[in-house]
């Protein structure tokens, strides 16, 4: 097995690593930055988030320079991505960190651009990841480390904006700034794509 593959498989090794960091209550213990709490949990779940989001990087990198493609990449690559931001997600939702509705937009988008990508691959082709897919995903790991570094719970779990303090506006904004990038950017997968949903030419 070629190293980019390797690295998928970390990834994806790591996922249920990332979300028993936070089952696991001796590691429930805070220390103080920047006059903020942070958790230790929080912490090492931030670090192990961050690894597996960089071996994506990393493994795409190796794979574009040495010309690596292999079926098993094309499928399991995006598969441990999206599995890495769902577990992400729907982990932040269970530490009220953000409320359902985002997730469920931000997974709705990744399995129907996952059902894209695979219908490309069974007509022999390789759809290339696009410039707004890439600022989406920036911005979905960007807001899922500051969630998870700040410990930021709302009071509120259904809304956002409902606290007003400079950190809560801050990740707020991101969630937005996520949501709209993800939209975005499966609205662009379906109008280039569009051909192969429809099964034309």
Known sequence: ???????????IFLIP?????????FLDQTITILNHKISWENIIGVIIFSIAAYTDRLDGHIARKNNIVTTF??????LADKLLVASAFI??????????????????????????????ISDGKVIAASSLGKIKTVSQ??????LFVFDLRSTNNYLIFTQFDFLHLVADSLMV?????????????????????LLTK
């Open 73 to 78: 990449g094309k499928f399991m690559d995006p």
């Open 141 to 146: 790991i960007v807001l899922v480390i500051v």
């Open 177 to 197: 700034i996520a949501t709209f990038f993800t939209v975005i950017s499966g609205l662009d997968y379906l109008r280039k794509n569009k051909a192969i949903i």
């Open 91 to 120: 982990m932040a939702v269970e530490l009220h960190l953000m409320p359902a509705f985002i997730p469920i937009i931000i997974i709705a988008r990744e399995f129907m651009v996952t059902g894209i990508r695979l219908l490309a």
């Open 1 to 11: 097995m070629n190293i980019p593959n390797k690295l998928t498989l970390l990834r």
């Open 17 to 25: 690593v990332f979300v028993l960091v936070f089952y696991l209550s």
